[in-house]
């Protein structure tokens, strides 16, 4: 089992950055795809970034590309998701989820291990 843990949400203005913070516990040798997810109000849960280790392959939505970074400190079993130039419409809460597969998915019905969301709030 993986336990996953976000931290770092909060309110923040248009134009400014924020980095979201995964601590996982457990089984951390399993986490070979981890990504980075958002539900915004009234929406459905979107894919946002994902890492995929052996390899260091990196994905990122459209929507974010150029804008946020995800990355992973293996020592602290940790990833981050650094988010610049925020925008209103980058409102959500953000979940961290890890799957063991060794392979890149986006889709969140794939991914095993889920943590309790952080909620972002970009106010205009």
């Known amino acids: 089992q993986v336990q996953l843990v976000e931290h770092g949400g909060g309110l923040v203005q248009a134009g400014d950055s924020l980095r979201l913070s995964c601590v996982a516990s457990?089984?951390?040798?399993?986490?070979?795809?981890i990504g980075w997810f958002r539900q915004p109000p009234g929406k459905e849960r979107q894919f946002v970034a994902a890492?995929?280790?052996?390899?260091?392959?990196?994905s990122y939505a459209d929507s974010v590309k150029g804008r946020f970074t995800i990355s992973r400190d293996v020592a602290k079993n940790t990833v981050y998701l650094q988010m610049d130039s925020l925008t209103p419409e980058d409102t959500a809460v953000y979940y961290c989820a890890a799957r063991s597969m060794v392979s890149m998915k986006t889709n969140p019905a794939d991914y095993n291990y889920w943590g309790q969301g952080t909620a972002v709030t970009v106010s205009s």
């Open positions: 890492f995929l280790g052996y390899g260091e392959l990196t």
């Open positions: 457990g089984r951390t040798a399993s986490m070979v795809n």
